[in-house]
């Protein structure tokens, strides 16, 4: 059974940081491009930082010089450290797993930026 978890997503006051993980079961974690999704209420879902197989990065242009993703292997975690939060950042992200054809996704953590 593939389970993805997102945990990390809290309540902060701008400019804080904050880290998320995404712990993965039934992959084969190595394999796959590892993406964070986030969704604000009212607004389609985006596309917010990937990492592939191999270590190659994308980020979404509001997130840039911000947010850095990161994956280990061994752990078959992925991160996604979040600093200089903004309350435009406020929504529920969520983790994506790819492979070819094939993918799947976590419930997603809530994540609220407000002073």
């Known amino acids: 059974q593939v389970q993805l978890v997102e945990s990390g997503g809290t309540l902060v006051q701008p400019e804080e940081s904050l880290r998320l993980s995404c712990a993965t079961s039934?992959?084969?974690?190595?394999?796959?491009?590892m993406s964070w999704y986030r969704q604000a209420p009212g607004k389609q879902r985006e596309m917010v930082a990937k990492?592939?197989?191999?270590?190659?990065?994308t980020y979404a242009d509001s997130v840039q010089g911000r947010f850095t993703i990161s994956r280990d292997n061994e752990k078959k975690v992925m991160l996604l450290q979040m600093n200089s939060l903004k309350p435009e950042d406020t929504a529920k992200y969520y983790c994506?797993?790819?492979?070819?054809?094939?993918?799947?996704w976590g419930q997603g953590t809530q994540v609220t930026v407000s002073s």
């Open positions: 994506h797993a790819r492979l070819e054809t094939t993918e799947y």
């Open positions: 990492i592939t197989a191999d270590g190659r990065r």
């Open positions: 039934g992959i084969t974690f190595r394999f796959y491009a």
